[in-house]
């Protein structure tokens, strides 16, 4: 059922199909409130998968990780690296499934005896390893390296480490190619020769990647007798913390072994052992137990903030702290980084939208660079200017004749294979991502020819027509089914996020009582129904655009809300509040 007026957001509404008699048998079977059954029933969750869905566990959802190929020659190369006690270096990613990866990898081998030699690359420096963090490792006496969340594509830094003399082992899951680097082991899910006996492998971020690998090298140390010497074996589970927060940051599908991480991963940072994350957790204010939402828009942000505006080892630095005074510090340093990268972000997007929306465009994309603009933002700022037009958007900063870039995709599009393309081509001088999200470089005379690949490429994909986004609705309900009991019943599919999207619901006959403009664009209210029902609303960041308009002047209509149910546990309350995402005036 298809909901065909132009809502005021912009958007199609669309019910969502759902196999009615399955959801019925889902219901009955498992004993699941409707909206639950219904739910999962769209969500394409077996008969059989309920309870693993319901109770994502490790044990059941991870399999040996030796399934993945060179995993066990890698974990033996590390294991008897650790009994050998040589000097063992990592080279991360500065984004938060890099900086996690890297802290799970650190905290295991400090854990074992071992302190690595860590370098994560600025942005100036780019993304991957470089000739010169090589050159710095190998003149400080070390002869293993690993590549954590990186590396994949690194033929010719990787091909000078391995000519010196190095072993290096590239724990990644990155697009790769049919070449891969010839180096000692090449462990990602992604490479085009795996069996794909487990295909939600695939699905991994670097940090689930990297935590496999802890499991694998903890069993090469223990059949090695590493333990039996009176060493403690360590507790990998206490760094589930570290992967949940990558996994969700990195916006990979929470589907398999994924969901597993994250709902127990939840649990271990609701236990605040991490100091690092505990003193964030306290300076974002985040008393409560956290989830997947404060993962990706409370935490995850300041992380990521001292690699594109401060020092990209700060964040590293803050999950591997053991001390609270020093955690405080860094806490308070990735507070101030993240302020200002709201501000950088705001000129650089105001930039780009004014010169998208001065000039004719050619192609069905955002293309769009400046000379001034700081490469740490351009990522949000392509993602801000998909959601706005819709379309596939590169955002590129240029300094010194190089180019750097970041995508961000709509489903049409694969931008990993766009990518891959582009590379093949000549365009670009490195790059790799996601289906949904990349990064780039280039040489500044080649960007006119690039945007024309680019442009060629999308239009192949989508055509000529304008594409109007599309929002899907699980469940429709009068006001006052949005209730406690409600909310509880939704919280039962937590963790929420990518392959798993929180339960959109659609509120019939709404009229918007008390309006009021609160922050910086929130329009607090309440919604109410002819049947007496009331629910506290907030729409966030809508106070320039026609959803906030209408919310403020509501003149007494009536409207269709579309949303999702959270507890508010705002103030110590103990309450229920509609999250406003688009209205539909009746």
């Known amino acids: 059922m298809s909901e065909s007026s132009i809502s005021l957001g912009g958007n199609l509404w669309q019910i969502t199909a759902c196999d009615e008699r399955f959801a019925e048998v889902l219901s009955q079977r498992y004993d699941l409130p409707p909206v639950m059954a219904k739910i999962m029933a769209i969500r394409g969750i077996a008969s059989e998968n309920v309870e693993t869905f319901l109770n994502p ?25 650790i009994i050998n006690q040589q000097n063992i ?16 990898m650190k905290l295991f081998l400090r854990d074992v005896g071992v302190e690595p030699m860590v370098h994560i690359p600025d942005r100036e420096e780019g993304y991957g390893p470089s000739k010169k963090a090589i050159d710095d490792f190998y003149n400080a006496g070390c002869r293993l390296l690993l590549t954590l969340d990186c590396g994949t594509t690194a033929f010719e830094p990787l091909e000078y480490a391995a000519n010196l003399g190095m072993d ?94 994250v709902a127990q991963g939840l649990k271990v940072m609701a236990q605040r052992n991490n100091k690092g ?8 204010n985040l008393s409560e137990a956290p989830t997947a939402f404060h993962l990706g828009y409370v935490l995850g942000p300041r992380i990521n903030a001292c690699g594109r505006v401060g020092d990209a080892d700060m964040g590293n630095q803050l999950l591997c702290c053991d001390n609270d005074y020093q955690a405080q510090l860094l806490a308070d340093k990735l507070n101030e980084f993240n302020v200002s990268r709201k501000d950088i972000e705001n000129y650089v997007l105001q930039d780009a939208i004014e010169k998208l929306e001065g000039t004719p465009q050619q192609y069905p994309i955002a293309f769009v660079y400046g000379k001034d603009w700081h490469q740490g933002v351009i990522g949000i700022v392509a993602g801000k200017l998909k959601e706005r037009y819709n379309l596939p958007a590169f955002v590129m900063s240029v300094e010194n004749d190089e180019v750097k870039g970041s995508a961000r995709s709509i489903p049409q599009v694969d931008l990993g294979l766009l990518i891959v393309a582009a590379k093949e081509k000549g365009l670009i001088t490195k790059g790799g991502g996601h289906m949904m999200a990349a990064g780039f470089s280039l040489e500044e005379d080649k960007l006119e020819e690039f945007r024309e690949f680019v442009g060629n490429y999308v239009k192949e994909k989508i055509g000529d027509e304008a594409i109007i986004p599309v929002v899907e609705i699980d469940a429709v309900l009068d006001v006052g089914g949005a209730n406690s009991q409600l909310a509880d019943n939704l919280a039962r599919l937590e963790p929420f996020g990518a392959g ?77 509040q509609f999250i406003v995402e688009d209205l539909r005036k009746i």
């Not at 044990?59 to 294991?79: R, T």
């Not at 570290?242 to 969901?259: E, I, Q, W």
């Not at 509501?554 to 149910?565: H, I, N, R, T, W």
Request: with cysteine; aromatic share 6%.
């Open 57 to 81: 566990k490790l044990n059941n959802l991870m399999p040996d990780p030796f399934v993945l190929k060179d995993m066990q020659k890698a974990a033996e190369k590390v294991a008897q690296a």
């Open 89 to 104: 270096a990592i080279i991360g990613d500065y984004d938060v499934d890099g900086a996690t990866s890297t802290s799970v």
């Open 168 to 261: 290096v082992i590239v724990l990644d899951h990155h697009e790769a190619e049919v070449k891969l680097p010839e180096v000692y082991a090449v462990v990602n899910p992604k490479r085009l020769d795996e069996d794909n006996d487990y295909p939600y492998l695939k699905y991994m971020a670097a940090v689930g990647v990297v935590f496999m690998f802890t499991v694998a090298l903890n069993r090469s140390l223990r059949q090695n007798g590493y333990y039996s010497a009176g060493r403690n074996e360590p507790d990998l589970k206490k760094w589930l913390d570290l992967v949940a927060l990558g996994t969700v940051c990195d916006v990979v599908p929470l589907k398999g072994l994924n969901r597993a991480y």
């Open 277 to 284: 994350l505990t003193v964030l957790m306290d300076k974002a």
């Open 500 to 576: 798993n999207p929180e339960p959109r619901l659609l509120l019939k006959n709404v009229r918007i009582v008390k309006p009021m403009l609160v922050g910086v664009g929130h329009v607090r209210c309440i919604l109410t129904s002819e049947n007496g029902g009331s629910i506290k609303a907030i729409a966030f960041r809508v106070g320039d655009n026609e959803i906030g308009n209408a919310m403020l002047n509501p003149q007494g209509a009536k409207f269709d809300a579309v949303g999702v149910l959270r507890r508010d546990h705002w103030n110590g309350r103990d309450d229920v």
